[in-house]
């Protein structure tokens, strides 16, 4: 089976930066991703590795180390809206599309 | 059309009652999913279509029955649940089975009493 750590919560001020970090245990390693969930709706597909490297796209950035099972999502210019869970989730090799999500670190920005 | 819908937004039922929850996608996608989500916990894995073909099916006990009539069309048959089913249930789809993102629907609250 696949082991997904997260912080469960995060505090951070409006306009700072926030990374959370993710870490798994897996075996035949096929993705990872990060998923935004506002309270009482759907996630939403925020970013996807499956190589080595920061991957930016806008305020938000993943990064992924293979060799150390390890993953970050930075949040630049934190706004109020960024206040949710934000999911890490695993794909593995054998999975037939299962998503393995990790328990979600709830972001809450203050002014 | 770049979105999963799901009938209806919300559902009360009683523990004898039998209900349909509904999820339709028009982005061609051939890989379908059901999660069921607690409060404050992830989306847990019930079932997965491909190709409108059962390929997963996560030890779902059969009060739920899912069902796939065509590639836009999945359908989770709900009878004789009981208060503990009462959760957030979300449909999903990818382009296939094997394809990275999943998009979505915004969920169907089911309550049961």
């Known amino acids: 089976g696949q082991n997904i750590d997260q912080p469960t919560e995060m505090t951070a001020t409006e306009g700072a930066i926030v990374q959370i970090n993710c870490t798994y245990q897996?075996?035949?390693?096929?993705?990872l991703f990060w998923y935004q969930q506002h309270a009482g709706e759907a996630p939403t597909f925020l970013s996807y590795n499956v190589l080595d490297g920061l991957e930016e796209k806008g305020r938000f950035s993943s990064f992924l180390s293979r060799s150390k099972g390890y993953s970050y999502l930075l949040l630049k210019e934190l706004q109020m809206k960024d206040s949710a869970s934000y999911l890490c989730?695993?794909?593995?090799?054998?999975?037939?599309?299962?998503?393995?999500f990790g328990a979600g670190t709830q972001v809450v920005v203050t002014p | 059309d770049t979105e999963v819908t799901q009938t209806p937004k919300h559902l009360v039922m009683g523990m004898t009652n039998k209900k349909s929850l509904k999820c339709e996608q028009h982005m061609g996608h051939r890989a379908m999913y059901w999660y069921k989500q607690k409060a404050k916990k992830p989306p847990e894995l019930m079932f997965v279509y491909s190709y409108e073909k059962l390929s997963i099916n996560e030890s779902v006990p059969s009060r739920f029955s899912p069902e796939c009539p065509n590639s836009s069309l999945l359908n989770l048959h709900l009878h004789a649940l009981q208060p503990e089913d009462s959760a957030l249930y979300l449909c999903?789809?990818?382009?296939?089975?094997?394809?990275?993102?999943?998009?979505f629907g915004p969920g169907t609250r089911l309550t049961v009493l």
């Open positions: 989730a695993v794909k593995t090799t054998d999975s037939w599309g299962k998503l393995q």
């Open positions: 999903a789809s990818s382009q296939d089975h094997e394809y990275n993102e999943q998009f």
């Open positions: 897996t075996s035949g390693f096929n993705g």
